[in-house]
């Protein structure tokens, strides 16, 4: 599990999302496919949280939004000042994604989150990646008026407003 930040004010609640390396998680069966379903057994230290040892996650509670993340991204960067310096970054990424997906493992790549609340498991792109992809999405809603900032500044002034 990803370690939570304490000082983050939207993820100090009892039934707060529990985030899993996709790689790592299936390597320990910490996650494992049963056909259409994931088996989720969390680690000994998360079974105390979530009061159960392992849980069957049938398709109406798993969301697979990792394909259209790493779309939208992609796109989102090709848009966005030729994407940059940030093209470096990614590239490699959506590489390393694609080659997944092509042979059907794209369950390896990115993290899943666990909302206990409601049993949901949620794949996403690796955190960094997700993050970039929330404020490249929303960029035209953080501009400022004048238009005088690159995104990268008005990504830095919005930081801590992505959840």
């Not at 707060?16 to 680690?43: D, H, S, V």
């Not at 960067?77 to 590239?91: C, H, I, Q, T, Y």
């Not at 035209?140 to 002034?157: A, C, F, H, N, S």
């Amino acid at each position: 599990m990803t370690k939570i930040k304490k000082n983050n004010p939207f993820l100090g609640y009892p039934t707060a999302p529990l985030i899993y390396q996709a790689e790592k998680a299936f390597k320990q069966a910490t996650l494992k496919l049963q056909g259409k379903n994931i088996l989720f057994r969390p680690p000994k230290a998360d079974v105390k949280i979530l009061g159960f040892k392992k849980k069957l996650i049938r398709p109406y509670n798993l969301y697979l939004s990792l394909s259209q993340e790493m779309e939208g991204l992609n796109e989102a960067l090709e848009d966005a000042e030729a994407g940059r310096g940030l093209r470096r970054v990614f590239d490699p990424e959506w590489e390393k994604f694609r080659q997944l997906r092509e042979i059907n493992k794209e369950h390896l790549y990115g993290v899943y989150v666990f909302y206990p609340a409601k049993g949901d498991l949620v794949q996403f792109a690796p955190e960094y990646l997700h993050r970039l992809n929330l404020v490249t999405s929303n960029a035209t809603l953080y501009q400022d008026p004048e238009y005088k900032m690159g995104w990268d500044k008005v990504r830095e002034i919005y930081d801590d407003l992505v959840i």
